[in-house]
């Protein structure tokens, strides 16, 4: 931050305050999700169109986070959608230039997740995995959290075949936050613990 500041990069001051907000959502600190995704959104920034749609999707997040209305959560993220289709092919280099339509829907689904509509997410969750486009830690780690949305959907095989097969690769990458989100997941299928594909999940993960 200081040294978007010394050089006068206002951009990257609010590109920074985007990231802070992302820091917060792996502390479970909604406040400071929200708070800070909306600080990331002030004009005096100038954000690039692409860098403004993932602070909008950052903003959904925050807002589901807090326990705002749906409809509020799914206003932001239309935002976000036609941020981003505004931007088109004009900003592929620089600031955001990962945020795509792709990542954009991991996103949304985290967001419905976080909602309380972990049905909603987990359609979502199945047409961006299917395209096959994510590395393979970064398919470990959203397949984790498919997991979470399946086990809060009251799905237990599912979820548990899902995080069996996202431990396996959290194990091979060495992914610590993957880890954890399947450590959540465990937790929400505790009521389950007596099926086979739920033991069978909690054993693979433990030697994970």
Do not use: C
Request: proline share 3%.
């Amino acid at each position: 931050m200081e040294w978007a500041q010394e050089a006068d990069d206002p951009a990257l001051q609010g590109y920074v305050l985007l990231k802070k907000s992302q820091m917060a959502y792996d502390d479970r600190d909604a406040i400071r999700v929200l708070t800070l995704a909306q600080a990331a959104g002030h004009g005096r920034w100038r954000l690039p169109l692409r860098v403004q749609a993932e602070v909008a999707q950052q903003e959904a997040l925050g807002a589901a986070m807090v326990g705002d209305p749906l409809t509020a959560v799914q206003d932001k993220l239309g935002v976000a959608q036609d941020l981003l289709a505004r931007a088109g092919d004009d900003s592929q280099q620089g600031l955001g230039a990962y945020f795509t339509e792709h990542t954009l829907l991991l996103r949304n689904a985290v967001s419905l997740t976080e909602a309380g509509r972990p049905g909603m997410a987990v359609e979502l969750f199945n047409e961006a995995l299917r395209a096959g486009t994510l590395s393979v830690r970064d398919g470990g780690f959203f397949n984790a959290r498919r997991a979470a949305a399946l086990a809060l959907s009251g799905e237990p095989d599912e979820a548990a075949r899902v995080g069996a097969a996202s431990a396996k690769v959290a194990r091979a990458m060495k992914s610590e936050r993957t880890v954890r989100v399947l450590g959540e997941t465990l937790q929400t299928l505790a009521r389950w613990d007596s099926r086979p594909a739920v033991r069978e999940f909690r054993e693979v993960l433990r030697t994970a």
